[in-house]
């Protein structure tokens, strides 16, 4: 009986985006019978204990970013950079610690830049290869993706979580590194023909305090529209709670299942524009309205870029209003006929086992 391939599976904690779209990869490697541990913190590694109950889970430090409520963003994270550094240099201890335990032959890191060793195949999972600044801090662009670019040297291999630039745009640079390779879109959904329930399903998601803020607004504003509408607050726990308000319900958190449901029984939905929820949408094909989070110069790029293209409105959150939003949203396309290119993340892992 041939041996099982022994492959840690590690996602960064800046929200739930890494971790979820971490998930068909699992299941890719599951299904080809290699054996996965899983590392992470933080909401990440509560997510993915519920997703994958039976797989083995170790934990790795955790970043615990600290995101402003109104302040500059790019000093915000310029304070906390002493701390990432060093989270950075106590995972890659943690995870040469891990491999020479758990036999580990093939490291996956979802953009934590410390999971990587030289003892073993290391693979980067990356979509912003090259990162944005706000126009008033352009001047640092250069010196940020120098530090990003050494990061990515120390993997083996860099997937790049798309099929091509069609919805990355300037997150690539115009020449790719060698050691890159398009694995498709990952998402953890699956389209199926599904009845419309609601008006609107709304998703807060990211880290606080900003969901918490997207929370209390879109409460607000959906119970006041006396639509049929869903909100879920992105709360990871091991139980769901679900209550209903006339024709408003909402929950703390839902499995990816119930949630994949839910999304599909509704005609348009609120959410963040990070790029694992994009690529959601792109597979269900939804109609979406996109509220960046404040400060997230990817997000509001991918945002702007969707709406450029007659996709998708983008709205920012001091400016959204519910009533109007829905009035423009008419003039979007929303995702069809976006190709899913299966097959790449296949011949990705095949190349590893």
Known sequence: MERKRRILVAPLDWGLGHATRCIPIINALLKRNAEVIIAASGSSAELLKVEFPNIKHCSLPAYNPSYPANSNMVWAMARQLPHFVKTIYNEHATLN??????????????????????????????????????????????????????????????WIPA???????????????????????????????????????????????????????LRNQLIESGLRTFLV????SEEEKISVTGNFTEANYLTSDKLNNIIQQGNIIIARSGYSTIMDMAKLGKKAIFIPTPGQTEQAYLAAQLMNKGISLCVEQSAFNLKNALKESDKFSGFTNFEYHETLLGQAIQSIL
Not at 137 to 157: L, P, S
Not at 183 to 208: L, M, T
């Open 97 to 158: 610690k891990l491999i020479e335990k758990e036999q580990i032959e093939v490291v996956i890191s979802d953009n934590r830049y410390g999971c990587y060793s030289h003892k073993v195949k290391s693979i980067l999972i990356y979509h912003q290869l090259h990162i944005l600044m706000d126009e008033g801090y352009k001047w640092m662009e250069g010196y940020v993706n120098h530090f990003n670019n050494r990061q990515i040297k120390h993997f083996d291999e860099c």
């Open 233 to 236: 607050h992105g709360l990871v």
């Open 163 to 217: 099929p091509n630039n069609e919805l990355l745009g300037n997150l690539l640079p115009p020449k790719l590194p060698a050691h890159t390779r398009f694995i498709g879109y990952q998402s953890r959904f699956n389209k199926q023909p599904a009845e419309i329930k609601y008006h609107i399903v709304a998703i807060a998601s990211g880290p606080d305090p900003q969901r918490t803020l997207l929370t209390n607004m």
